[in-house]
């Protein structure tokens, strides 16, 4: 009896099929997060972090700083425009729009004022660094093809050093960007503001070397 009870149980291990040993180990389930989620748990983070006046106004200032540029942009669609130039613009357009949103919600987080991107008055623009003139929007507005290109890039670059300018600001104001989400941002907006402005600096130096009735 005792020999029958060994083989069957013999017999029940050799069913089950060993495993491969040339097949790859089974990958783990793949987690579920969706980018909804995770913006959620960022801000959820974000709100447990101290956060200061000068975090607030810098917030706000560069949703109207963002404004300018986003606009600024959308004329190099119809102002006959390089493609180069008309790349950029879209980019400018893309990520700052974005931007503004999550400035807009980091400042509802907090319950404080939302300005909206049209709430850029001509003294509050010259309170900010880069912000163009009205005179200088209205000689960029005016201008097309070659001539556009060399405004806009003048115009931007002046605009984004004065975006970098205002992150200095932030990083040497006391008990400022702290917060985590406005320091990535902060240091988002330095990093990828002063490559373009290397960018457009070459972009506006090949435009000067060519004759100034070129398109």
Known sequence: MRAIILLAVIAGCSSAPAPDPGSPPASPA????????????ARADSLRYPYTE???RFMTMMIGHHSQAVQMSKWALTRAASPAVVRLAERVINAQQDEITTMQQWLLDRQKSVPGVN???HAHHMNMPGMLTAAQLTQLEATRGGEFDRLFLTFMIQHHKGAVEMVKQLFTTAGAAQDLLVFKFANDVQVDQTTEVARMEQMLAALTSQPRNQP
Not at 30 to 41: D, G, L
Request: hydrophobic fraction near 40%; aromatic fraction near 0%.
């Open 30 to 41: 793949p987690s579920v997060t969706t980018n909804a989620a995770a913006i959620e748990k």
């Open 54 to 56: 000068a975090d607030v």
């Open 119 to 121: 709430d850029t008055g």
